[in-house]
C-alpha cells in the first residue's frame, strides 16, 4: 500500500526548508514596514517645529490715540470737591449721626448742636420787633401833631428816621435768626452741602463744638484730578485737552482704565526737577484714591495712527522692529513701524492692520528659526 507524500521523509525534506523561508520573509516584511513607520513619525515631527511651543498670540487693536510718554502722577482732589463743614456758633454736640468714611447725600443731616447764641439772637429779634411797633405809632403821632401845627416838622422826621432804624435792626436780626437755622432752644442741625464721603469727623457726642474749627469734612466722589511732572521734552508737546489714562489693578488678575484729560500745563520749567507742572482731570473709578501715586499715559490724537499690540510682541531683527504674524499654523516675520511704547503695549503706525494676530510669547524661538 502507498503511503502518503506529507508523512513521506521525502516531503518533510522538501517542506521544511520552504517553511523557513516563508518565515523569514515575514519577519523581514514586518521588520522593514516599522522602520518606515519610525522614519515617517520623524519627517512629521520635523515638519512641525512649532509643535513644542507654547505660543500665545494676540490681535493687534485699531487705535486713535498715539501715546506720547507715561510721566509721574499724585491723584488729588479739585477745590469743589473738599469742603467743610462749620458751625455758625460754638457749641456743643448733642448727637452725631455719620462716621468717617460713610457715603453721605446733600443736605443729609451730620450732627445736632445746641448753642446759646441762636437762642440770644431770638430774644434780640423779639426786642426788635416791640421797637418797630413802638418807632411806627411814634411817627404816627408826631407826623399828625405836625400837620396840625402842634409841632415843629423836625421833630416829626427824626421820629420817621428812628423808625427806619428799627426797621433795619430788625431785619438784621431775622437775617441772622435764618442764617442759624436754630430751633428755639438753640438746637442747630449740621448738614452736608454736597454729597460724597466723610472724610474726617472732629467732634464726638457732648463735646464741644468750635465756630472756627470744621467738625466734619466731606469728599466728593466722582471728580479729580492727577498733579503731573512732565519732562522737558515734553514742555511744548503737551497741550490742555490732550487725552490721559491710567491703569489700575482691579484686585481679580485684571485691569481698570480710567480716563481724562489735561486741564492746564505750568508756563515754566521747575529749575530744581527740571520737569513742567501740569494738572489732568480723571474720572472715578475703583482704586482711584485722592493721594494714590500712579503712572500716566499722555496721548496725542493723530490721524495716522495705526495699531496697538503688547511690547512682548516686538522684538529686533536685523536692526529694525519686526513682529510674528500668524500665517495658517505658521508665524512668519514682518517689519513694523512703532511710534510709541506705553503702558504695556507698543503703537505701531505701518506695517501691521487691525485684526491681524501676532505671537506674544517665545518670540525669542521665532527670532531664532527667522535666522536659521
Not at 179 to 203: E, N
Not at 336 to 348: D, F, K, L, Y
Amino acid at each position: 500500500m502507498t503511503r502518503p507524500l506529507a508523512n513521506s521523509p521525502l516531503s518533510q525534506r522538501i517542506l521544511a526548508p520552504l517553511a523557513a523561508c516563508l518565515l523569514a520573509a515575514s519577519l523581514a516584511a514586518c521588520s522593514g514596514g516599522t522602520a518606515d513607520n519610525a522614519g515617517d513619525g520623524a519627517a512629521t515631527k520635523q515638519a512641525d517645529p512649532l509643535a513644542g511651543l507654547a505660543i500665545t498670540t494676540a490681535k493687534a487693536e485699531a487705535v486713535s490715540e498715539i501715546p506720547l510718554a507715561t510721566v509721574p502722577g499724585t491723584i488729588s482732589l479739585p477745590p469743589e470737591a473738599r469742603v467743610a463743614v462749620t458751625s455758625p456758633y460754638p457749641g456743643a454736640a448733642l448727637r452725631v449721626y455719620v462716621i468717617e468714611g460713610q457715603a453721605v447725600s446733600r443736605g443729609q443731616p451730620l450732627a445736632l448742636v445746641r448753642a446759646a447764641e441762636p437762642v440770644q439772637i431770638r430774644g434780640e429779634l423779639t426786642r426788635a420787633q416791640s421797637e418797630v411797633t413802638l418807632a411806627q405809632a411814634r411817627a404816627a403821632r408826631l407826623s399828625q401833631l405836625a400837620s396840625e401845627g402842634v409841632i415843629a416838622q423836625a421833630r416829626a422826621d427824626e421820629a420817621q428816621a428812628a423808625l427806619q432804624q428799627a426797621r433795619a435792626s430788625l431785619a438784621e436780626q431775622r437775617r441772622l435768626a435764618a442764617q442759624s437755622g436754630a430751633g428755639s432752644d438753640g438746637s442747630m442741625t449740621l448738614r452736608a452741602p454736597i454729597g460724597g464721603r466723610v472724610s474726617h469727623v472732629g467732634v464726638e457726642t457732648g463735646g464741644p463744638v468750635d465756630g472756627m474749627t470744621a467738625p466734619f469734612v466731606i469728599e466728593a466722589s466722582g471728580a479729580y484730578r492727577v498733579d503731573l511732572q512732565l519732562p522737558e521734552r515734553l514742555a511744548r508737546s503737551v497741550r490742555p485737552g490732550m487725552p490721559v489714562s491710567i491703569e489700575l489693578d482691579d484686585g481679580a488678575g485684571g485691569r481698570i482704565t480710567a480716563a481724562g484729560q489735561i486741564l492746564t500745563v505750568a508756563p515754566s520749567i521747575d529749575p530744581e526737577s527740571r520737569s513742567v507742572m501740569a494738572k489732568a482731570s480723571i474720572g472715578a473709578a475703583p482704586g482711584v484714591v485722592a493721594g494714590r501715586n500712579v503712572m500716566v499715559i499722555v496721548s496725542g490724537r493723530d490721524a495716522a495712527a495705526g495699531v496697538a499690540v503688547p511690547s512682548s510682541a516686538v522684538t529686533r531683527l536685523d536692526g529694525a522692529d519686526h513682529v510674528f504674524v500668524r500665517k495658517g499654523k505658521s508665524f512668519e516675520p514682518r517689519k513694523v513701524t512703532v511710534a510709541a511704547e506705553a503702558g504695556g503695549r507698543s503703537m505701531i503706525t505701518a506695517g501691521l492692520k487691525p485684526g491681524e494676530v501676532v505671537a506674544t510669547s517665545s518670540v525669542a524661538e521665532l527670532k531664532a528659526m527667522a535666522a536659521e
